[in-house]
């Protein structure tokens, strides 16, 4: 059973930081993928940041360099440094992983970074 657990969400006020980690029940190696969505109160569910097994890390456009995703194989855990936060940062933070065997899909529950003065 492949497990994800969000962790490290909370309320900060605008340019403040936050890190948010994901940690897996599995070898993160054997993800092929490992990514962070979010999704606002009433909006579709977006990728945040991607980090392939083989390759440079990828960020949606809304970063803008602020954001940036790690790896750490030797704990089994991924996470999402948070810098110069911006009210509309404010989500449900989830961990997305793909696993090597069957390519299969797994999510964390979320984690909330709340954003606001």
């Known amino acids: 059973q492949v497990q994800l657990v969000e962790s490290g969400g909370g309320l900060v006020r605008p340019g403040g930081s936050l890190r948010l980690s994901c940690s897996t029940s599995?070898?993160?190696?054997?993800?092929?993928?490992m990514e962070w969505y979010r999704q606002a109160p009433g909006k579709q569910r977006e990728l945040v940041a991607s980090?392939?097994?083989?390759?440079?890390?990828n960020y949606a456009d809304f970063v803008e360099g602020r954001f940036t995703i790690s790896r750490d194989n030797a704990k089994n855990a991924m996470y999402l440094q948070m810098n110069s936060l911006k009210p509309e940062d404010t989500a449900v933070y989830y961990c997305?992983?793909?696993?090597?065997?069957?390519?299969?899909?797994?999510w964390g529950q979320g984690t909330q970074v709340t954003v606001s003065s």
């Open positions: 997305h992983g793909v696993h090597y065997q069957g390519t299969s899909e797994h």
């Open positions: 980090s392939p097994r083989y390759g440079d890390p």
């Open positions: 599995k070898n993160i190696f054997n993800f092929l993928v």
